[in-house]
Antibody
Framework: EVQLLDSGGDLVQPGGSLRLSCAAS????????MSWVRQAPGKGLEWVSVIRGSGDVIYYADSVKGRFTISRDNSKNTLYLQMNGLRAEDTAVYYC???????????????WGQGTLVTVSS | DIQMTQSPSTLSASVGDRVTITCRAS??????LAWYQQKPGKAPNLLIYKTSSLESGVPSRFSGSGSGTEFTLTISSLQPDDFATYYC?????????FGGGTKVDIK
């Protein structure tokens, strides 16, 4: 059974940093692209970043480029999101999500984590 | 970036109604479109991929159609479990953008 377990969300001050993790199980983690998607309170879904299975191809939404870094450790079946320079508008539930197909396919997302809440406030 | 526009943003319907949600892309995405259902406090759930392919376990009352820039999600006979928010997503480009969502509530 595929499982994605998000963690690391917390209350952080503006300008601060946080690292999110997503522990994966039940599939060949290194074969699949993984994304982070966020949802601000009461708002819609916003794709944040994607990383290919091998980790060599990465893309970001313009809203987080230069501040957030996605990475993965295939030996630990874990996806990360390092968030620096956090702003109030980064407040959201952050979900990790698995691409349905492997290789160069980045979407759609057939499995999602349960989400972890990041609150940016002084 | 490819922008995705959903309409309506809210839809009031009754059990048994036929419901249609539209998603428009700012440029052609071929058929690289997915639909998700999300209930409050839960992660989204994939319903349809590649415009019209039903994800395993999804009831057949859900269907999708379209190509290029205009797409629709249809629920043939709305059931109590279908009251939720629906999102489209394009995956033609690596910037995997979502539509703004359509909330289906009880009339």
């Amino acid at each position: 059974e595929v499982q994605l377990l998000d963690s690391g969300g917390d209350l952080v001050q503006p300008g601060g940093s946080l690292r999110l993790s997503c522990a994966a199980s039940g599939f060949s983690f290194h074969d699949y692209g993984m994304s982070w998607v966020r949802q601000a309170p009461g708002k819609g879904l916003e794709w944040v970043s994607v990383i290919r299975g091998s980790g060599d191809v990465i893309y970001y939404a313009d809203s987080v480029k230069g501040r957030f870094t996605i990475s993965r450790d295939n030996s630990k079946n874990t996806l990360y999101l390092q968030m620096n320079g956090l702003r109030a508008e980064d407040t959201a539930v952050y979900y990790c999500a698995k691409a349905q197909l492997g290789g160069y396919n980045y979407g759609p997302f057939d499995y999602w984590g349960q989400g972890t809440l990041v609150t940016v406030s002084s | 970036d490819i922008q995705m526009t959903q309409s309506p943003s809210t839809l009031s319907a009754s059990v048994g109604d036929r419901v249609t949600i539209t998603c428009r892309a700012s440029q052609s995405i071929n058929t690289w479109l997915a639909w998700y259902q999300q209930k409050p406090g839960k992660a989204p759930n994939l319903l349809i991929y590649k415009t019209s392919s039903l994800e395993s376990g999804v009831p057949s009352r859900f269907s999708g159609s379209g190509s290029g820039t205009e797409f629709t999600l249809t629920i043939s006979s709305l059931q109590p479990d279908d009251f939720a928010t629906y999102y489209c997503q394009q995956y033609n480009s690596y910037q995997l953008t979502f539509g703004g969502g359509t909330k289906v509530d009880i009339k």
